[in-house]
C-alpha cells in the first residue's frame, strides 16, 4: 500500500498522510480526521461546502471511531451529505448547535472532570462544522460565557493559562436535573401500524448503541402516564421522537426534553417528509428517515446518529 503526505483533497489546507488502495484512499489530515474518498470523487470537485464536509468528516470519525467513505453520490448536495451523514449538520448561524458540537469533542478527549486543556484552534475549527479559526473562537468564547468552560491562569500574574469543563458544563452534558441512566426514551405514536418500526427499527438502533430503550406504553407502572413520561425523560440520556403521523405526544415530550439540556434525535418516514408533513419547526433539524421495507439499514443509520450525538453507552441486552 503507497503513502503520500500531500494536501488533504476536502480542506485543501493541512498536509495529510495518505495511503492509496486503489478503489478507495485512506486519508488522515489534521483536520478534517480519518476518512476515505473513492478514486473517482479525488478527482472531481465536490457540490458542497468544504468546512460542512470537513466537520462530517471530523466528526463522524471522533465519535463513532469510524471512516466515513466520501462518494461523488454522498457529496453532490447538501442535502445527500446530510442523508448520508451519521452527524447532524448545524444550520452556519446556530451557533449553539455548533459550541455544543465544540463541547461535545472535549468531553470525548479529555473525559475525567478537572482534565485541563486549550484549544488547538488550527486544527480542531472543524469540531464545530467551522469555516475559520476565528470562527472557532467565537464558539469557544460563547461555552466561556454560558459558563460550560472555565478560562483560568496557571498561578497568579502568570501569563500561563488553561481551560477546563466547567461543573455546569458536565451537568449540562450529562442531562439538567436528572442522574440520567444508559436509556433511551422513545417518543412515537402507539399505532399497531408502527410496531415494526418500533420493534426493527427503533428498539435495535438503541440497543446496539449500548442503551435501553423504553417506550412507555410497554412499561409497567402505576402512575398517571404523563407523569410516569415527565419522570423517564428526566432519567434519560436522549429521547428518540418518531414524527411520522404528526404525532402530538412526540412533538410535546422531544420539547420537554430539550427544555432539560437533553439531545434529541429525531426520525420520520421518508414518504411524510417528502409530503412535508413535518413541522416547521423541526425542519431545520436533520432527521433521521426510515422506509418500511429498510427498518434494518434505518437502526444502524440510528446507531450511528446516536454514538455520534451522545456517545456509546454501556447497556447490554438482558
Request: charged share 25%; hydrophobic share 35%; net charge negative.
Amino acid at each position: 500500500m503507497a503513502s503520500d503526505k500531500q494536501k488533504c483533497p476536502v480542506c485543501k489546507t493541512h498536509d495529510a498522510v495518505i495511503n492509496d488502495k486503489s478503489a478507495m484512499y485512506k486519508i488522515d489530515c489534521p483536520l478534517c480526521g480519518h476518512y476515505r474518498i473513492s478514486s473517482e470523487q479525488m478527482l472531481c470537485e465536490f457540490g458542497v461546502p468544504k468546512h460542512l464536509l470537513s466537520g462530517v468528516l471530523r466528526n463522524t470519525w471522533e465519535f463513532t471511531g469510524k471512516e466515513f467513505d466520501v462518494y461523488s453520490y454522498t457529496v453532490d448536495s447538501i442535502a445527500s451529505l446530510r442523508k448520508a451523514s451519521p452527524i447532524p449538520i448545524p444550520n452556519d448561524t446556530d451557533i449553539t448547535a455548533k459550541a455544543d458540537l465544540i463541547l461535545k469533542n472535549y468531553r470525548q478527549k479529555y473525559a475525567t472532570p478537572g482534565d485541563i486543556f486549550n484549544p488547538d484552534y488550527p486544527n480542531e475549527f472543524s469540531f464545530g462544522f467551522c469555516k475559520s479559526n476565528h470562527e472557532f473562537a467565537f464558539c469557544f468564547d460563547s461555552l466561556i460565557k454560558r459558563g460550560y468552560i472555565e478560562f483560568k491562569h496557571s498561578s497568579k500574574g502568570s501569563w500561563q493559562f488553561y481551560h477546563l469543563i466547567s461543573p455546569e458544563g458536565w451537568a449540562y452534558l450529562s442531562g439538567i436535573g436528572a442522574e440520567a441512566k444508559d436509556q433511551g426514551f422513545i417518543a412515537m405514536s402507539f399505532k399497531s401500524e408502527l410496531n415494526p418500526l418500533s420493534e426493527i427499527g427503533l428498539h435495535v438502533g438503541i440497543e446496539n448503541a449500548g442503551y435501553k430503550p423504553l417506550r412507555i406504553d410497554r412499561k409497567d407502572h402505576n402512575n398517571r402516564i404523563d407523569d410516569e413520561i415527565v419522570a423517564e425523560i428526566r432519567k434519560s440520556k436522549f429521547v428518540v421522537a418518531d414524527l411520522t403521523g404528526k404525532n402530538a405526544g412526540a412533538y410535546f415530550e422531544a420539547g420537554f426534553a430539550m427544555g432539560l439540556g437533553k439531545p434529541v434525535i429525531w426520525t420520520c418516514q421518508q414518504s411524510e417528509i417528502d409530503a412535508g408533513n413535518v413541522h416547521f419547526d423541526t425542519r431545520q433539524y436533520s432527521i433521521v428517515s426510515w422506509e418500511p421495507e429498510k427498518l434494518d439499514d434505518f437502526a444502524t443509520r440510528l446507531t450511528q446518529r446516536i454514538e455520534a450525538t451522545i456517545g456509546r453507552g454501556r447497556y447490554v441486552t438482558e
